[in-house]
């Protein structure tokens, strides 16, 4: 046994010297993170590294609460776009990931067994309104709407209440066939016979009847995804944000990003931002296929589009941690590094130099920063180490 061994040591992990971002409570500066069984154990200027069993330099780093991604696919053989979920963590600092209707109802055990439990990640869903979810793609889910079984997905949400946020739908004319929005009518009728505050988050882009009209269907709460997308259909009709999605947002409803490999435009983007309708949650709709698009839609690389697209680091920050968190609804304290909280982390650094962005239609913008992943902790255990012992904690 060391001298280090025996000491009353404070803390299992020790995150030093580096910049602390928690827009939960507004807090960046520099300042030390401890950790205890799993848990935020303490923040502050200088913690002491001889009372740490482990110690993780982040000076010149960035120290965030660990990045929650709202829209994701996360449930490899599956989901015929899902991705395994801590292979993504080098190249995304994720801590925590949605799966964006991977599966449905018929499929949904399977994702808790394999995926979830399996995982390092913290994972959470919304049960496709198709009772397959997407293990037909490319497929379209939708063009037999007998797939939509409005009680069948419910029950699945409520059985599932502690990991299931509610029902995805994706509502575009090629998935939809000749059923318009009656897909979308269903998940919300689903989501209402599941009660208990279930969400509907309704993918959109070449939209069938308007978009003004799919708008006008959703709930205070529900969430729009690929909203700045630039497929048909737009948020942006003549260069003018549309009235009904300025009444969306003022009623509640969610405006999230999933970026992908399809769905992020930045005429449709600024445009909207100069007319006052900017994102609630930053996310990315990683998947099989944009994984590799040229848009880069890994958390880090989407939410430096939005640094240098005018907002704050802190604002950036809090709708990629604490904001999507609270839409989530299952962790206390989750998304934050206030003490007590889950022990995820994000440390990256903030890169100042010229960078180029593309989006998913060709459309290029310069730069001058970006944010680099550098390290990922989950529950007090660092991705790739130094590994605490036992391993098993969580």
């Known amino acids: 046994m060391t001298g280090k061994d025996k000491l009353d040591l404070t803390f299992d992990l020790l995150i030093k010297g580096g910049r602390v971002v928690d827009p939960s ?3 960046e500066g520099a300042r030390d993170i401890g950790v205890r069984n799993g848990r935020i154990a303490a923040v502050g200027a200088d913690l002491g590294a001889a ?26 053989y ?10 993504l963590v080098p190249q995304s600092c994720t801590t925590t990931a949605v799966s964006a209707g991977d599966a449905g109802a018929n499929n949904f055990a399977g994702f808790r067994r394999l995926a979830i439990a399996q995982s390092r990640t913290r ?3 919304f049960v496709h309104i198709a009772n397959h979810g997407l293990s037909g793609f490319p497929v379209p889910e939708m ?5 939509a079984d409005v009680e069948v997905a419910a029950r699945a949400v409520v059985e599932n209440r502690d990991v299931a946020i509610g029902i995805k739908v994706r509502q575009t004319r090629n998935i939809v066939g000749a059923h318009g929005l009656e897909p979308l009518r269903r998940a919300i009728a689903a989501a209402e016979l599941a009660a208990g505050g279930a969400r509907v988050m309704c993918h959109i882009g ?5 978009l ?22 737009n948020i942006v009709k003549d260069g003018r944000v549309l009235d009904a999605a300025r009444a969306a947002q003022a009623r509640g409803v969610i405006i999230d990003v999933g970026h992908g490999a399809g769905s992020f435009d930045y005429t449709v983007i600024e445009a909207a931002l100069a007319q006052g309708l900017p994102p609630t949650t930053i996310s990315s709709d990683i998947h099989a296929f944009s994984s590799s698009a040229p848009g880069r839609p890994f958390m880090p690389w989407v939410m430096s589009k939005f640094l240098n697209l005018g907002f704050s680091l802190s604002e950036v ?9 609270r839409i989530i609804d299952r962790v206390d304290k989750l998304g934050t590094l206030q003490e007590g909280a889950p022990a995820d982390v994000a440390i990256l650094r903030l890169v100042e130099e010229e960078v180029r962005f593309v989006d998913t239609r060709g459309n290029t913008r310069q730069g001058s920063r970006y944010l680099a992943p550098v390290q990922t902790i989950r529950a007090g255990i660092p991705f790739g180490g130094p590994h605490l012992v036992p391993f098993a904690m969580s």
């Open 51 to 76: 009372r740490a069993r482990h110690v993780i330099d982040a000076a010149g780093c960035l120290v965030l609460p660990g990045i929650v991604d709202l829209h994701a696919h996360v449930y490899p």
């Open 25 to 27: 409570r507004d807090l």
């Open 317 to 325: 920050v809090a709708m990629s941690t604490v904001v999507p968190a």
């Open 78 to 87: 599956g989901s015929a776009i899902g991705l395994p979920a801590d292979e």
């Open 212 to 233: 003004a009209e799919l708008l006008d269907l959703m709930r205070p709460g529900d969430i729009v995804t690929h909203a700045y997308s630039g497929a048909g259909n």
């Open 143 to 147: 063009v037999n709407i007998d797939h």
């Open 123 to 125: 994972l959470f869903a």
């Open 206 to 210: 070449d939209v069938p009847s308007t």
